[in-house]
């Protein structure tokens, strides 16, 4: 298993930097097992991108499944990840992916035992990537069963809460009911109507904090958050410190990690102990995203926290540590765009509905728009980049299904979305060739009307058609025509969600690798600061937070044996 790189008898505390859900679970794990832990976390508020996030965590052949009797096994979910990642079979660390797989189970099991967190299985959501090899339909995406924040104490005024999640809806509820703003907002009103819960979507923390009384009960990445928060607060053995940005990393002269400089309220500290960075990954750092994505601030932002900044990479950089890279094309980002939002920026499967389409500034299209996957890979193909890029869209769309926060047939807010009564005229309004744009909507509307994309495949990706689709527009829920002015179209940007898939070069137990492919003897990278290397070029939607607790698990067996 994963051996010491530092002395185990020492009295000295663990320093986790980063209370997202990996640093907290680690702390948890270490104080546990009969050690100490001091978590610095740079905000306010705790719970990373994680307590922004879904909360689903992916974890093949896993107890619930057992308990539930739905049939998996650790041979098709590992050749569910290798067929994800089988055309960069390079970027695979075979033994990262093998302990992973193997210690996932384990590791969701004892964190359910120890009273960190009521998992549950989310009902009928099928594998991201439906068509790979060893996809299940149902059973891998754990999450917590509904926690109420009371639990939390004066704890909860401190944990963030998801402004993209309806957080008091559960997971189950959502993906029945569809996470169409529009179709959310009526969603929103039957909840609240039913038990009196205060869904937090849209809202910012503060509000949402604000919103506590009663009932509170919390879901998604903020109540997976919650519920191991519930569980750290009753460890004494655990200093969580709020607003102690760490700065640097402390050296011996053999190049080992000793500690931690931080700057605390009251000034500096030095705090001394092995280190294990859960900063996550670079999406606020804008020199980082240029060298890992290639991307400008015009073309990208984040749904993550701002305090996700890279720091843990850049910190472990300065004394020498390697970072591992995933092509930007194989990188989980979104398309999405500018909104008066919590964050600023907005996504969602409005792009992936009837009556819309994607082109560069030349009024091309250049990939299956309705899927994210393949927006990435052609809009970032190193070869042929399509940026800037924009959606495009018609009447029909805007009186049925609205953008982000602007519900069906509502009005968009002018500096982000322009219209015109010709296409040629939008074009002009969003500096893209207008003739052309008014040519390629011509050529796709003659197939969209009978369903279909001979160019690029729009509406033949099997999870996009079930979730993201109008499932009242056939013959395909995801293709129509645009044939009723006004037209609409808006910039899009790249949008980050705290899994930048490179970040520094850890091995199978999360230690990290000097350039030199040394481990560096006293620091751990786990969560999204480490690169995705253990599932190579492939992702699914809960790897991130899978992996992430699975590390924490097996970080703290080894620096507490
Ligand atoms: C909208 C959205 C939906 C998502 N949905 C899912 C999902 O369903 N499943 C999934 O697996 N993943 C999902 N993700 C991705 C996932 O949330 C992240 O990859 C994951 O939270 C990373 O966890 P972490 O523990 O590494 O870091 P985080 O949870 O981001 O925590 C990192 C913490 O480190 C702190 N920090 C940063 N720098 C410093 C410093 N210098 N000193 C001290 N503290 C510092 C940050 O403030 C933060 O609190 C989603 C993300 C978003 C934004």
């Known amino acids: 298993m994963c051996r010491m790189t530092v002395d185990s008898t020492s009295p000295q505390p663990v320093i986790v930097v980063g209370a997202g859900l990996s640093g907290l679970a680690t702390a948890l794990g270490?104080?546990?097992r009969g050690g100490r832990a001091i978590v610095l976390e740079s905000s306010d508020l705790l719970g990373g991108a994680a307590a922004y996030s879904g909360g689903m965590v992916w974890v093949a052949a896993n107890h619930v499944e057992v308990r539930e009797g739905i049939d998996?096994?650790?041979?098709?979910?590992?050749?569910?990840?290798?067929?994800?990642?089988?055309?960069?079979?390079?970027?695979?660390?075979?033994?990262?992916?093998?302990?992973?797989?193997?210690?996932?189970?384990?590791?969701?099991?004892?964190?359910?035992?120890?009273?960190?967190?009521?998992?549950?299985?989310?009902?009928?959501?099928?594998?991201?990537?439906?068509?790979?090899?060893?996809?299940?339909a149902a059973g891998r995406y754990l999450t917590n069963a509904v926690i109420d924040g009371s639990v939390l104490g004066s704890w909860r005024q401190r944990l963030r809460v998801s402004p993209n999640f309806p957080v008091g809806m559960t997971c189950?509820?959502?993906?029945?009911?569809?996470?169409?703003?529009?179709?959310?907002?009526?969603?929103?009103?039957?909840?609240?109507?039913?038990?009196?819960?205060?869904?937090?979507?849209?809202?910012?923390?503060?509000?949402?904090?604000?919103?506590?009384?009663g009932s509170d009960p919390l879901t998604f990445g903020t109540g997976v958050v919650a519920s191991f928060l519930a569980r750290v607060i009753q460890e004494p053995n655990i200093d969580i410190r709020l607003s102690t940005p760490v700065t640097d990393l402390l050296t011996d002269d053999s190049g080992a990690v000793i500690g931690v400089r931080a700057s605390s309220p009251t000034g500096a500290i030095e705090l001394h102990g092995p280190v294990v960075l859960a900063t996550s990954t670079y999406d606020w750092n804008p020199e980082l995203v240029e060298e890992f994505l290639g991307l400008s601030p015009d073309d990208f932002s984040s749904l993550a926290p701002t305090s996700v900044t890279g720091d843990g990479i850049s910190m472990a950089r300065r004394i020498g540590a390697a970072v591992a890279r995933v092509p930007a094309t194989r990188t989980p980002i979104v398309p999405g765009w500018n909104s008066r939002s919590a964050t600023g920026v907005s996504n969602g499967p409005e792009y992936a509905l009837p009556h819309c389409l994607m082109?560069?500034?030349?009024?091309?299209?250049?990939?299956?728009?309705?899927?994210?996957?393949?927006?990435?890979?052609?809009?970032?193909?190193?070869?042929?980049?399509?940026?800037?890029?924009?959606?495009?869209?018609?009447?029909?769309?805007?009186?049925?299904?609205?953008?982000?926060?602007?519900?069906?047939?509502?009005?968009?807010?002018?500096?982000?979305?322009?219209?015109?009564?010709?296409?040629?005229?939008?074009?002009?309004?969003?500096?893209?060739?207008?003739?052309?744009?008014?040519?390629?909507?011509?050529?796709?509307?003659?197939?969209?009307?009978?369903?279909?994309?001979?160019?690029?495949?729009?509406?033949?990706?099997?999870?996009?058609?079930?979730?993201?689709?109008?499932?009242?527009?056939?013959?395909?829920?995801?293709l129509g025509p645009?044939?009723?002015?006004?037209?609409?179209?808006?910039?899009?940007?790249?949008?980050?969600?705290?899994?930048?898939?490179?970040?520094?070069?850890?091995?199978?137990c999360g230690h990290v690798l000097h350039e030199s492919?040394?481990?560096?003897?006293?620091?751990?990278?786990?969560?999204?600061?480490?690169?995705?290397?253990?599932?190579g070029s492939g992702y699914n939607s809960g790897f991130a937070l899978g992996r992430g607790l699975t590390l924490a698990y097996l970080v703290a067996q080894e620096l507490v044996p």
């Open 30 to 32: 270490v104080a546990l």
């Open 72 to 136: 998996d096994d650790l041979i098709r979910g590992e050749a569910y990840v290798r067929d994800l990642t089988h055309d960069h079979p390079e970027l695979l660390d075979e033994e990262a992916m093998h302990l992973w797989l193997k210690t996932a189970p384990v590791a969701m099991e004892y964190w359910e035992k120890v009273g960190a967190i009521e998992w549950e299985i989310i009902p009928d959501l099928a594998d991201y990537h439906d068509e790979a090899a060893g996809a299940l």
């Open 172 to 213: 189950a509820q959502m993906h029945v009911k569809g996470r169409r703003r529009s179709s959310l907002a009526e969603a929103e009103d039957e909840e609240i109507a039913q038990h009196g819960g205060v869904p937090a979507f849209g809202k910012t923390d503060a509000a949402a904090a604000d919103a506590v009384a």
């Open 359 to 478: 082109v560069d500034r030349t009024g091309k299209r250049f990939c299956d728009d309705s899927y994210w996957v393949t927006i990435v890979q052609g809009a970032l193909n190193p070869d042929d980049r399509h940026l800037p890029f924009f959606l495009i869209w018609d009447e029909q769309h805007h009186h049925k299904y609205g953008l982000g926060l602007t519900p069906p047939a509502g009005e968009y807010p002018a500096e982000f979305v322009s219209s015109a009564s010709t296409l040629v005229e939008l074009g002009t309004a969003l500096g893209v060739d207008g003739e052309q744009l008014a040519r390629t909507v011509e050529d796709f509307n003659v197939h969209a009307v009978r369903g279909e994309d001979p160019a690029f495949g729009r509406g033949s990706v099997p999870f996009i058609l079930r979730f993201a689709g109008d499932p009242k527009h056939q013959p395909n829920p995801v």
């Open 482 to 508: 645009l044939s009723e002015p006004p037209y609409y179209g808006t910039r899009l940007k790249f949008v980050g969600t705290g899994i930048g898939s490179s970040g520094l070069h850890a091995d199978a």
């Open 517 to 535: 492919g040394a481990v560096i003897p006293g620091l751990h990278a786990i969560g999204s600061v480490a690169a995705l290397t253990t599932m």
